[in-house]
């Protein structure tokens, strides 16, 4: 493991550098507390830290201020702080630790004592890293819909914002549209009806993967309603979100899907809009809502452009 050691002393320095790489840790040895703000800034900044408290250009409980200002250092990774001080008042280590540090150690320490403390920063970093991993299999989780494995209604619409916002800033000079496919299953009710709410699972769980496979790596595609799909198409026109419409309706319905009930055909119904003078996300669902009911209307298993009329504001 990486650890940064900042002592302005140059035996003291030496001497906890050839006892930290006799136990195994990777030593980045700073003279001074600048040196080690300066390093501690770096993407690859080591995680465990020991600072002398007394240090030229910056002391250490600057340092450790500035690790846990929000402002200066992003508070993930988390840096465990070991302050090593010939300080040995109660109020002293209260200051050390007010400052940020995580643990005080006295000069001139034992190595033992060290070495303990050190193993002990490890442990809590190793829980923090499980910790932080946990909550992010948690987050990409809460962002996917439990059946379909695509992305929430909430995450899909987020996505639609960022690219209107991101096609705001870029269309200075060239045009870049966003477009939406507002997709639905035909007849979706009747298969519940007829074969039970266990085989619709089903028929989505499929139709979902079919439409995955169809659509670009970087485009969104997310659950919308209960038989709903919302595509987000960055920097894509209308006639082109068409065509991958198109193409998604053919990969549904090309093949049947086998049940343990039988073998049913589904077929999708879509609706395009694209964004232009319109670049507000609801109106351009709203929009591809409109067209997609036009193509219900029309005889389903097809895919209608929004009209100019459909991009008005409600």
């Given at each position: 493991?990486?650890?940064?050691?900042?002592?302005?002393?140059?035996?003291?320095?030496?001497?906890?550098?050839?006892?930290?790489?006799?136990?195994?840790?990777?030593?980045?040895?700073?003279?001074?507390?600048?040196?080690?703000?300066?390093?501690?800034?770096?993407?690859?900044?080591?995680?465990l830290?020991?600072?002398?408290?007394?240090?030229?250009?910056?002391?250490?409980?600057?340092?450790?201020?500035?690790?846990?200002?929000?402002?200066?250092?992003?508070?993930?990774?988390?840096?465990?702080?070991?302050?090593?001080?010939?300080?040995?008042?109660?109020?002293?280590?209260?200051?050390?630790?007010?400052?940020g540090?995580?643990?005080?150690?006295?000069?001139?320490?034992?190595?033992?004592?060290l070495?303990?403390?050190?193993?002990?920063?490890?442990?809590i970093?190793?829980?923090?890293?499980?910790?932080?991993?946990?909550?992010?299999i948690?987050?990409?989780?809460?962002?996917?819909?439990?059946?379909?494995?695509l992305?929430?209604?909430?995450?899909?619409?987020?996505?639609?914002?960022?690219?209107?916002?991101?096609?705001?800033?870029?269309?200075?000079?060239?045009?870049?549209?966003?477009?939406?496919?507002?997709?639905d299953?035909d007849?979706?009710?009747?298969?519940?009806?007829?074969y039970?709410?266990?085989?619709?699972?089903?028929?989505?769980?499929?139709?979902?993967?079919?439409?995955?496979?169809?659509?670009?790596?970087?485009?969104?595609?997310?659950?919308?309603?209960?038989?709903?799909?919302?595509?987000?198409?960055?920097?894509?026109?209308?006639?082109?979100?068409?065509?991958?419409?198109?193409?998604?309706?053919?990969?549904?319905?090309?093949?049947?899907?086998?049940?343990?009930?039988?073998?049913?055909?589904?077929?999708?119904?879509?609706?395009?809009?694209?964004?232009?003078?319109?670049?507000?996300?609801?109106?351009?669902?709203?929009?591809a809502?409109?067209?997609?009911?036009?193509?219900?209307?029309?005889?389903?298993?097809r895919?209608?452009?929004?009209?100019?009329?459909?991009?008005k504001?409600?």
């Amino acid at each position: 493991m990486k650890i940064l050691i900042a002592e302005d002393d140059p035996v003291s320095r030496r001497l906890l550098e050839v006892t930290l790489t006799k136990w195994g840790y990777e030593v980045v040895a700073c003279a001074d507390g600048q040196a080690a703000w300066e390093v501690l800034q770096r993407p690859d900044a080591p995680q465990l830290v020991i600072l002398d408290w007394m240090m030229p250009r910056m002391d250490g409980l600057q340092v450790c201020k500035n690790v846990r200002n929000p402002a200066l250092r992003p508070a993930e990774p988390y840096v465990y702080i070991l302050l090593l001080t010939a300080k040995s008042q109660k109020t002293d280590m209260v200051t050390g630790l007010e400052a940020g540090a995580d643990d005080y150690l006295t000069k001139p320490f034992d190595a033992q004592e060290l070495r303990m403390r050190l193993r002990a920063g490890r442990r809590i970093l190793d829980l923090l890293d499980e910790l932080v991993r946990a909550r992010e299999i948690i987050r990409e989780e809460s962002r996917r819909d439990s059946l379909t494995q695509l992305c929430t209604r909430a995450t899909v619409l987020e996505q639609l914002k960022k690219d209107l916002d991101r096609s705001q800033r870029d269309s200075v000079d060239r045009d870049v549209p966003v477009s939406v496919v507002l997709a639905d299953l035909d007849h979706f009710k009747q298969i519940n009806d007829t074969y039970g709410h266990l085989a619709g699972d089903a028929v989505l769980r499929e139709t979902a993967r079919r439409m995955r496979e169809a659509v670009r790596p970087y485009d969104s595609i997310g659950r919308y309603g209960g038989e709903e799909f919302l595509l987000v198409l960055s920097n894509c026109d209308s006639l082109g979100a068409a065509a991958l419409a198109e193409r998604l309706l053919d990969a549904v319905r090309k093949d049947t899907i086998s049940l343990a009930e039988g073998t049913v055909s589904v077929t999708l119904s879509a609706g395009v809009a694209t964004s232009g003078i319109v670049q507000d996300a609801k109106t351009l669902v709203r929009a591809a809502d409109v067209a997609l009911y036009r193509a219900k209307r029309s005889g389903r298993n097809r895919v209608e452009i929004a009209l100019a009329a459909d991009m008005k504001p409600a």
